[in-house]
């Protein structure tokens, strides 16, 4: 790390250092604290609310819970309509009407459209970030099916009529003009005889029509299961989320805002004591290291070295107030006083 790294908090690299094993230098060690500097803390404050609590983050939440709301609801009403016409159909009489007994079990079956769409939702929510990403690209692979299923359904229904397939008449135009013909006294052509597939498929023309309505449902119910996981996830980027909430976005907006509750701590002792605030910080990097050296599972003699190492670069490194100047434009101060220290 040279410098001052406003992207990463200063405490992250310097565990990361410990756990891969970096052997801590006076200069590093000079590097890594002259990056605490009031410029730099001030930089970091600035960036850290900016991508916390920013015009640009709020825009940003605010759209993804607006948006995602949106397209849930949307995808509701979208399955409650294919459920509610499902159902309406399959209850009806012969005059087509649902009998007055069973008219409130078309609410109440369409309701399974919720509690559909809630369970893909909290499916979605528990499966972590491979999990979405594989279950979004097989609801991809569906709707790329569905959509050339449906395209050649309108190719179909759009063929003149009497238009031939492969010898089979497959458009319902040129059925009813068969059917007219006959009314008319006049014999239609004779159409071909099925093959033994299709007569074989039509067995099972409900079961395929039924998964076929399924696979439909679960299409739009898993459209607006990501969607609301969207929306809570902007929601989470507004509130912080709640105690229990463990997942990855969480931390990270966590970690991000007691990264800014600490720079702003940092910045208040620095402005009361510099000398002082330059040598705790040090103290931190050590403490920190060493964490970082424990978890990397080193060997003792390894482990003994590292460690050795950064205690010696802590006794050597300046940790004088460093004034108003900012560290890169003491390099030479710097450098003369470790040529100093080195000849006494």
Excluded: C
């Excluded at 005059?95 to 007994?101: K, L, R, S």
């Excluded at 609801?139 to 229904?157: E, K, Q, R, S």
């Excluded at 969607?227 to 909430?245: Q, S």
């Excluded at 009361?272 to 920190?288: H, I, M, N, P, Y």
């Amino acid at each position: 790390m040279s410098g001052f790294d406003p992207s990463r908090s200063p405490l992250e690299v310097a565990y990361l250092w410990g756990k891969q094993g970096v052997e801590i230098s006076t200069s590093l060690l000079q590097s890594w604290l002259n990056g605490h500097t009031k410029q730099n803390l001030e930089h970091r404050r600035d960036i850290l609310k900016r991508r916390i609590s920013g015009s640009g983050a709020w825009f940003q939440h605010g759209s993804a819970v607006v948006l995602g709301l949106f397209v849930f609801i949307t995808a509701l009403w979208v399955d409650y309509n294919i459920i509610s016409e499902f159902w309406t159909r399959a209850l009806s009489n012969e005059f087509g009407e649902v009998p007055p007994g069973l008219a409130n079990t078309v609410a109440a079956k369409s309701l399974q459209v919720l509690f559909a769409t809630l369970a893909v939702h909290y499916l979605v929510s528990n499966i972590g970030h491979g999990g979405r990403v594989t279950y979004s690209i097989l609801i991809f692979l569906i709707t790329a099916v569905m959509v050339i299923g449906i395209g050649l359904l309108w190719a179909n229904n759009s063929l003149p009529a009497g238009a031939k397939v492969f010898g089979l008449d497959v458009n319902q135009s040129a059925q009813q003009v068969d059917q007219f013909m006959k009314g008319l006294g006049i014999k239609p052509p004779r159409a071909a005889p099925q093959p033994a597939e299709v007569k074989l498929l039509k067995k099972y023309e409900l079961i395929i029509w039924l998964f076929s309505l399924g696979v439909i449902f679960l299409v739009v119910a898993s459209i607006g299961a990501m969607a609301l996981h969207t929306a809570m996830r902007g929601f989470t980027g507004f509130t912080g989320g709640a105690l229990y909430d463990t997942n990855r976005d969480v931390r990270h907006g966590n970690s991000l805002r007691d990264e800014l509750k600490r720079t702003m701590v940092d910045l208040s002792h620095l402005e009361q004591d510099e000398g002082k605030f330059r040598r705790s910080k040090v103290a931190e990097f050590l403490t920190t290291y060493t964490d970082g050296v424990v978890a990397g599972g080193f060997t003792n003699g390894r482990r003994r070295r590292l460690l050795d190492l950064a205690d010696e670069a802590s006794h050597s490194v300046d940790t004088s107030p460093m004034g108003d100047e900012s560290s890169d434009d003491n390099v030479e101060d710097i450098r003369d006083h470790r040529r100093r220290a080195a000849q006494t």
